[in-house]
């Protein structure tokens, strides 16, 4: 049988014969006799064809085909979705990666701005407090050395000498030198007692610096070059030139500002 068969089958005596499972398609069934020993020339055939099954129909292929149209785009549409919402993360997980590396990175530049500034203001401190201290201490040595001039026997020499110290004690360049440092180390302090009290003179804001310094009255007065009880008659006329009452302490009003 063309389509099933391509060779003759063995001889049998059957008057009929069956084929299970065919596949669709077509068919052409042949037979032939034998008388004997002899084969028969003459062939009978019988052409048929099977048709396909319900669900190999060409509507069922074409629904196939739709469903299979139809599941593709939903999974090709999912596995983008998918990709691109794990595309989006990690762009977002980037861009905080990158954002907190950046946050860090000013922070270290912060940190080290302020390492900078607090070395700064360490080192004016310093240089002030080296400055205040040397201001003092010459102050104190011309001071003895002056009193000591004054018990000299040679009274003419000595009011020579004493001449000298005093114009080292009231040694302006001193002063500057010493404002310079402090305002490096206090920026515009001595604006703002101005601007608080604009009455001020300049001798009562070299007080205010050095009271600002917490610097005890014994201390201020070889920088003055005036007498312990001169330096408490400026204090308390600095308190009324600031209209400061009996519970506001002068130094604390000087450091509040």
Excluded at 26 to 47: A, H, P
Excluded at 142 to 167: E, R
Aim: aromatic fraction near 10%.
């Amino acid at each position: 049988m063309d389509g099933y068969l391509n060779e003759w089958s063995d001889w049998n005596q059957n008057s009929n014969v069956t084929f299970s499972n065919l596949r669709f398609g077509n068919y052409e069934f042949k037979v032939r006799s034998k008388i004997g020993d002899d084969n028969s020339d003459l062939i009978k055939s019988v052409d048929f064809s099977i048709q396909r099954p319900w669900y190999g129909s060409n509507f069922m292929i074409a629904n196939y085909a739709l469903i299979f149209g139809i599941l593709f785009f939903i999974i090709n549409n999912y596995y983008n979705n998918f990709y691109k919402r794990k595309e989006e993360k990690m762009i977002r997980i980037n861009q905080s990666q990158l954002e907190l590396k950046e946050v860090e990175k000013k922070q270290a530049l912060v940190t080290i701005e302020n390492e900078k500034l607090i070395q700064d203001i360490e080192g004016k401190n310093r240089e002030l407090a080296i400055s205040t201290m040397s201001m003092i201490k010459k102050n104190q040595f011309l001071s003895k050395i002056k009193n000591d001039l004054k018990k000299a026997d040679s009274i003419q020499k000595a009011n020579s000498v004493i001449k000298v110290i005093d114009k080292h004690l009231n040694n302006q360049d001193d002063w500057k030198f010493f404002e310079e440092a402090f305002n490096n180390a206090d920026k515009d302090f001595l604006k703002k007692v101005k601007d608080y009290h604009p009455t001020l003179t300049n001798n009562d804001l070299r007080l205010c610096a050095y009271l600002r310094l917490n610097l005890s009255s014994k201390d201020i007065a070889p920088l003055l070059n005036i007498s312990l009880s001169s330096v408490e008659i400026k204090r308390y006329r600095l308190r009324k030139k600031m209209n400061l009452s009996r519970n506001e302490g002068l130094t604390d009003h000087l450091l509040s500002l």
